[in-house]
């Protein structure tokens, strides 16, 4: 079974609430169709992490995507995780491609730049009627399709309420518009029309595993289409049946854990899903700890002495080797083997530095080694991080990224960097830079090439210390109440002005990474 054309529309936050909401456009166009409303979406239930998920093929643990990441950083064009996107591009070199998101961060941080799609963004009805407009004028072969609103309402109204089943029943009528401007170019019956979700909700919100939120509609016609129930699927599945549909199933990435679902297509039967092993990239993932240390000061040496602003070896103590900064710590510090000598765990403490980022270049350097952790806990910070817009900033850990937060006193922003995909239970480099006069903030693991994210205008003047604290904070935020940061660090830098490529050719040499 091959078809000429595929949609997918996603509505966000419909979850499976569309059997509770009057549809008679989708009651209709799904009659002979195949429909399951025991999809389970990805965890944790994020739009960044689920339409990354619906993309990509695998799992937000693979992907690493996040609302943060996906609202300030493209997409690796080379990850091996690539969006379905990438994939029939590849395959397909000639084929016309778009996506019309009301959710532009899809656009910018999921589908990958320089493969020729073309992209469009606004609200529903908008993105409803750019989506007639270019079907109307092209012959595309994918189509993604992306509506916000009711998920907007799910937040407002609450889920599953009037006001969020009203905005799915004018979801409704914009599909129907979307339909019939497929069928005025004689292609139903040559499309692979889809109509889904990210996640659905709970009460005014979602991110949690509740029924509410981890399970979502998947329907589904067309030619060759089975009518009736689909068989277990899962969110990430969506990629599976995109290339399933376009005749490119052979083309399916080794990286994908997606399948294509039993029950869906006539003859096709799930196979075992897919696994795959993250290759380890360096030795130093996994190495023994404890390396002898290379003697203090020998890192000042490298990058210079009078640029650095503090040098924390935690070689036993919380002293910078530096000299410039006198160190406080508060509550219980845990000395272990760390990847140069001893490193330090702050679970139950934290260090304190007397040193302000104000408007000027600064840069961060460590060595970090987690099993994972949630609730993002601080690695450095001078701000209430948990408050939103107050002066101050924030370098925090989660799951798959490091975080990086600004606060204004007004306005805030977030962006975050995607840790080496096997770094869980490993040692890993992070060396960020905030480099205001380029206006961007770059961040590079492993001394490799750094990920860059723009410094918006409105933030090009703004002082990044907090103006009510006395310096900052390793291992907590200003509250010294915040989550504990769950991870083993290491040769702690902090830096006068911007790292360089060469300050990152220096310190690989002298670990010998």
Same mark, same amino acid.
């Given at each position: 079974?091959?078809?000429?054309?595929?949609?997918?529309?996603?509505?966000?936050?419909?979850?499976?609430?569309?059997?509770?909401?009057?549809?008679?456009?989708?009651?209709?166009?799904?009659?002979?169709?195949?429909?399951?409303?025991?999809?389970?979406?990805?965890?944790?239930?994020?739009?960044?992490?689920?339409?990354?998920?619906?993309?990509?093929?695998?799992?937000?643990?693979?992907?690493?995507?996040?609302?943060?990441?996906?609202?300030?950083?493209?997409?690796?064009?080379?990850?091996?995780?690539?969006?379905?996107?990438?994939?029939?591009?590849?395959?397909?070199?000639?084929?016309?491609?778009?996506?019309?998101?009301?959710?532009?961060?899809?656009?910018?941080?999921?589908?990958?730049?320089?493969?020729?799609?073309?992209?469009?963004?606004?609200?529903? !009805? *908008?993105? $409803?009627?750019? &989506?007639?407009?270019?079907?109307? =004028?092209?012959?595309? %072969?994918?189509?993604?399709?992306? @509506?916000?609103?009711?998920?907007?309402?799910?937040?407002?109204?609450?889920?599953?309420?009037?006001?969020?089943?009203?905005?799915?029943?004018?979801?409704?009528?914009?599909?129907?518009?979307?339909?019939?401007?497929?069928?005025?170019?004689?292609?139903?019956?040559?499309?692979?029309?889809?109509?889904?979700?990210?996640?659905?909700?709970?009460?005014?919100?979602?991110?949690?595993?509740?029924?509410?939120?981890?399970?979502?509609?998947?329907?589904?016609?067309?030619?060759?289409?089975?009518?009736?129930?689909?068989?277990?699927?899962?969110?990430?599945?969506?990629?599976?049946?995109?290339?399933?549909?376009?005749?490119?199933?052979?083309?399916?990435? !080794? *990286?994908? $854990?997606?399948? &294509?679902?039993?029950?869906?297509? =006539?003859?096709?039967? %799930?196979?075992?899903?897919?696994? @795959?092993?993250?290759?380890?990239?360096?030795?130093?993932?996994?190495?023994?700890?404890?390396?002898?240390?290379?003697?203090?000061?020998?890192?000042?040496?490298?990058?210079?002495?009078?640029?650095?602003?503090?040098?924390?070896?935690?070689?036993?103590?919380?002293?910078?080797?530096?000299?410039?900064?006198?160190?406080?710590?508060?509550?219980?510090?845990?000395?272990?083997?760390?990847?140069?000598?001893?490193?330090?765990?702050?679970?139950?403490?934290?260090?304190?530095?007397?040193?302000?980022?104000?408007?000027?270049?600064?840069?961060?350097?460590?060595?970090?080694?987690?099993?994972?952790?949630?609730?993002?806990?601080?690695?450095?910070?001078?701000?209430?991080?948990?408050?939103?817009?107050?002066?101050?900033?924030?370098?925090?850990?989660?799951?798959?990224?490091?975080?990086?937060?600004?606060?204004?006193?007004?306005?805030?922003?977030?962006?975050?960097?995607?840790?080496?995909?096997?770094?869980?239970?490993?040692?890993?480099?992070?060396?960020?830079?905030?480099?205001?006069?380029?206006?961007?903030?770059?961040?590079?693991?492993?001394?490799?090439?750094?990920?860059?994210?723009?410094?918006?205008?409105?933030?090009?003047?703004?002082?990044?210390?907090?103006?009510?604290?006395?310096?900052?904070?390793i291992g907590q935020d200003a509250t010294g109440k915040y989550a504990p940061l769950s991870a083993v660090l290491d040769d702690f830098v902090l830096?006068?002005?911007?790292?360089?490529?060469?300050?990152?050719?220096?310190?690989?040499?002298?670990?010998?990474?």
């Amino acid at each position: 079974m091959k078809y000429s054309h595929v949609i997918v529309i996603g509505v966000d936050g419909a979850g499976t609430f569309f059997r509770q909401a009057s549809t008679p456009n989708l009651d209709r166009i799904f009659a002979q169709g195949a429909v399951s409303y025991d999809v389970l979406t990805s965890n944790p239930t994020i739009s960044g992490q689920c339409w990354g998920s619906m993309l990509t093929g695998v799992t937000p643990e693979m992907h690493g995507l996040t609302n943060g990441r996906v609202s300030s950083t493209p997409y690796p064009t080379d990850s091996i995780f690539p969006s379905v996107f990438r994939v029939i591009r590849e395959a397909m070199p000639d084929a016309e491609l778009a996506s019309f998101c009301n959710w532009n961060p899809i656009n910018f941080g999921i589908i990958e730049e320089g493969l020729g799609v073309t992209k469009g963004t606004g609200n529903d !009805a *908008s993105v $409803t009627e750019q &989506v007639c407009a270019y079907v109307a =004028e092209h012959d595309p %072969a994918f189509v993604f399709v992306q @509506f916000d609103e009711v998920d907007g309402a799910g937040h407002g109204s609450g889920y599953g309420t009037e006001g969020h089943l009203r905005q799915i029943e004018i979801s409704d009528g914009l599909i129907q518009k979307m339909w019939e401007a497929y069928d005025a170019r004689g292609w139903i019956d040559d499309t692979l029309f889809i109509v889904t979700a990210d996640h659905g909700g709970f009460d005014h919100g979602h991110g949690g595993w509740t029924d509410g939120e981890k399970y979502i509609m998947f329907a589904a016609a067309g030619r060759g289409v089975v009518h009736g129930t689909i068989g277990e699927m899962g969110v990430r599945d969506t990629a599976s049946v995109v290339l399933y549909a376009l005749g490119l199933a052979d083309r399916q990435p !080794a *990286s994908w $854990t997606a399948r &294509v679902p039993s029950g869906l297509f =006539e003859g096709v039967e %799930a196979g075992e899903r897919p696994v @795959f092993e993250v290759p380890y990239a360096y030795e130093y993932r996994t190495r023994k700890p404890g390396v002898t240390p290379v003697g203090k000061n020998a890192l000042s040496a490298v990058l210079g002495r009078d640029r650095i602003a503090a040098y924390l070896p935690f070689d036993g103590d919380c002293r910078d080797e530096n000299g410039k900064c006198e160190t406080a710590t508060s509550g219980k510090l845990y000395y272990i083997d760390g990847y140069n000598g001893t490193g330090i765990r702050v679970d139950d403490g934290f260090v304190a530095l007397p040193w302000k980022p104000g408007k000027k270049s600064f840069s961060l350097a460590l060595w970090l080694k987690s099993d994972g952790v949630g609730s993002d806990p601080v690695i450095l910070s001078d701000k209430v991080w948990a408050s939103g817009y107050n002066p101050g900033f924030v370098v925090a850990l989660d799951s798959t990224t490091i975080l990086v937060n600004f606060g204004n006193g007004r306005e805030r922003m977030d962006t975050a960097f995607r840790l080496p995909i096997d770094f869980t239970g490993g040692w890993v480099h992070a060396a960020l830079t905030v480099d205001r006069e380029a206006g961007e903030v770059r961040c590079a693991f492993d001394f490799g090439k750094p990920e860059t994210a723009k410094i918006p205008e409105k933030f090009a003047d703004a002082d990044f210390g907090c103006g009510d604290c006395e310096g900052v904070r390793i291992g907590q935020d200003a509250t010294g109440k915040y989550a504990p940061l769950s991870a083993v660090l290491d040769d702690f830098v902090l830096v006068d002005g911007a790292l360089t490529a060469d300050d990152l050719a220096k310190m690989k040499a002298f670990y010998g990474a």
